[in-house]
């Protein structure tokens, strides 16, 4: 066989080494998602790359076949190439094999898996047509080869039967929402991962705490109860006696103004218009009660611990603003980003809310207001001006009275590692 004859067998070699380690590379750094995606629009490269990935063992199997023997074959032509054209010198094997490998190294096997690891999809779907034929020829020897690896591999003690599926857990999900930037606006990624956070999320977590409720008192003068019906910013408030743990009801504004201006109104009236009060426990999920709220065609309950005492209220709006977040709320007013990147926050604000809105990872279990926080890791009330590192994040209290933390500043992010805030 004359030489010429045998470089082109080498080079054909070289450029099926090349292919097989490409289509390697890039059948298995294929995006899942979008494989499934494509094979719902019925694109034909993406249906036999789908089939082929079902048994990845069998497509690896194949590949390294063929790539181990276009290897060897490449070495056994190049060895004879050696001895043809340098037959007198007893280095020139070992120069060939060197130069080989060198070749190999940069043609066949890194720049065609830099190309398959940039655009998997170029060499996956059309290599996916010719695995498939392959496939067909070879299993019996493919079907061999992978019977002899699976038993190894018990021998091992590894089981072959459990395969990894492709499977997404919540935080592998909520990763995926919080890097889609460039597919999405921000505020529809904080709806998602609202979305994804409502399993976790317990009524306890997003009510008006007891100290905030705004309701009536029967036990004031009538005069009094109108001022509040007038004024309120609520449509519907609790009514009670004394403390809002004698709730008898809930008061729907709409309802009793067109009653307020008889001469015959009194508290019997508010009483008559009263709707049942609904109570939920404090450990209710977020999602469970939304079901509950429509079911029963309801907008408003009151929240009650273990022994029965109102800790808080939730609205149905309170609970689709767990999803849809600042489409309905005014963050400015309680978190507000300065110029040199820290935060200025309000601490009523609740734990949940905060993360969501500076991508942080504060602790959401025990305490649920960034008040709450601070006083179960100080264990005290701190003093304005108080610097503390909070599970990792500095800040400063700014603000508080007689029994909370009213503000707190945030120091930037590229500070929190520095030495400028010290734990207290």
């Not at 043809?84 to 070749?103: C, G, H, M, N, Q």
């Not at 020829?137 to 019977?147: A, D, E």
């Not at 743990?245 to 103004?257: C, M, T």
Request: charge should be neutral.
């Amino acid at each position: 066989m004359p030489v010429s004859m045998l470089f082109g067998i080498l080079v054909l070699m070289l450029v099926l080494s090349a292919f097989f380690s490409g289509s390697e590379t890039s059948l298995m750094t294929l995006n899942r998602y979008r494989l499934r995606h494509l094979v719902k629009l019925k694109h034909s490269g993406a249906m036999k790359a789908n089939k082929l990935l079902q048994r990845p063992d069998r497509v690896l199997g194949l590949i390294l076949l063929c790539n181990n023997f276009v290897n060897n074959f490449a070495s056994s032509i190049a060895t004879v190439i050696a001895i043809k054209l340098y037959a007198d010198e007893e280095s020139s094997v070992a120069i060939a094999a060197a130069l080989l490998t060198l070749v190999m190294l940069i043609f066949s096997e890194v720049t065609p898996k830099t190309l398959a690891t940039i655009k998997p999809e170029l060499l996956a779907f059309p290599s996916a047509w010719v695995y498939t034929v392959l496939l067909k020829i070879f299993y019996p020897l493919v079907w061999l080869v992978n019977t002899l690896a699976h038993c190894l591999l018990r021998w091992m003690g590894v089981d072959t039967t459990k395969t990894s599926h492709d499977l997404l857990n919540k935080d592998e999900l909520k990763t995926i929402i919080a890097e889609a930037e460039s597919v999405m606006p921000n505020r529809y990624q904080k709806m998602l991962l609202g979305i994804l956070d409502l399993e976790s999320a317990t009524v306890e977590d997003i009510m008006t705490p007891r100290n905030e409720i705004v309701g009536i008192d029967l036990e004031l003068p009538i005069e009094t109860i109108i001022s509040h019906i007038k004024h309120s910013a609520f449509t519907r408030l609790p009514v009670y006696k004394q403390n809002v743990d004698k709730v008898i009801g809930f008061l729907h504004l709409r309802k009793v103004l067109i009653e307020i201006h008889h001469e015959n109104f009194d508290k019997q009236t508010i009483i008559s218009l009263l709707s049942k009060p609904t109570f939920i426990p404090e450990s209710t999920p977020v999602h469970t009660q939304m079901l509950r709220f429509k079911t029963e065609r309801i907008r408003i309950g009151l929240v009650v611990d273990e022994y029965g005492d109102v800790q808080g209220l939730v609205t149905f709006d309170d609970l689709l603003q767990e999803i849809v977040g600042e489409l309905i709320t005014e963050e400015e007013n309680t978190v507000q980003l300065q110029s040199d990147g820290s935060y200025l926050v309000d601490a009523s604000i609740n734990v949940r809310e905060l993360n969501r809105i500076t991508r942080w990872t504060l602790p959401t279990e025990g305490a649920k207001t960034l008040n709450g926080l601070i006083l179960n890791f100080m264990e005290t009330i701190p003093n304005s001006g108080t610097s503390i590192r909070l599970h990792g994040y500095a800040l400063e209290i700014l603000k508080r009275d007689e029994n909370a933390v009213k503000l707190v500043k945030f120091l930037p992010l590229d500070k929190q590692k520095t030495d400028a805030i010290k734990p207290y």
